[in-house]
């Protein structure tokens, strides 16, 4: 079965340091987004990409990069990492623009 | 500025009862209104959706009730289950080139 995952599920990182989070789907979606989850804040756009070679920033893109070089992946990375920074991630894919969107079970960064 | 709005942060129902969660939205050019469910520890799930053409949406005990003249739709459960207990968010994009924007989300108990 197709499916998009994320990887790691919890993970702990000192401030300063650069993190990359994975994000891998097998349905073959052109379209992949980065979503952070915060009290209070609900679900905020960080990156966006639309096909490979193709990435845009979001609602609270500072601090955070992605790179798409294959359809599959989207790896997020924090350049260094910042206490801000704590929080869940969501990777989600979406086949079509006009279509809801498949979320990844998350990744929760904790930086101290 | 947040164009999506949940003003109700939770809501508690008996099961059997009617839930009734609420979004309000600022952005005129929204056509296209999503709802997406989240347990703990999982990513969100599409749940119901409407286009801006409609009024209203049904998919066996859900309902989305779209009003675009006062920029407001709603989610009706009914009746209400122990396992509609969950955060629901609500999500609007426009017909352009643009993700989701996502609600804060509003967390539903469902009290047996």
């Known amino acids: 079965d197709a499916e998009i995952t994320q990887s790691p599920r919890h993970k702990i990182t000192e401030t300063g340091r650069q993190v990359t989070l994975a994000c891998h789907q097998t349905?073959?979606?052109?379209?992949m987004f980065w979503y952070r989850q915060d009290l209070g804040h609900g679900l905020r756009l960080i990156h966006y990409s639309y096909g490979v070679q193709d990435t845009n920033k979001g609602e609270v893109s500072d601090g955070y990069s992605v790179s798409r070089s294959n359809t599959e992946d989207l790896p997020l990375t924090l350049e260094s990492a910042a206490s801000s920074q704590t929080s869940v991630y969501f990777c989600?894919?979406?086949?079509?623009?006009?279509?809801?969107?498949?979320f990844g079970s998350g990744t929760r960064l904790t930086v101290v | 500025d947040q164009q999506v709005k949940q003003n109700s942060p939770s809501l508690s129902v008996q099961e059997g009862r009617i839930s009734i969660l609420n979004c309000d939205y600022t952005n005129s050019m929204f056509d296209y209104f999503l709802w997406y469910k989240k347990y703990p520890a999982e990513g969100p799930t599409f749940l119901i959706s409407?286009?801006?053409?409609?009024d209203k949406n049904e998919d066996g005990r859900f309902t989305v009730f779209l009003n675009k003249s006062a920029k407001h739709l709603s989610l009706h459960i009914v009746p209400s289950q122990p396992g509609d207990s969950a955060v629901y968010f609500c999500?609007?994009?426009?017909?352009?080139?643009?993700?989701?924007?996502f609600g804060k989300g509003t967390r539903l108990s469902v009290i047996a």
């Open positions: 409407i286009s801006s053409i409609k």
């Open positions: 989600a894919s979406s086949e079509s623009l006009m279509g809801g969107y498949t």
């Open positions: 349905w073959n979606h052109n379209n």
């Open positions: 999500a609007a994009r426009t017909s352009g080139n643009t993700p989701l924007v």
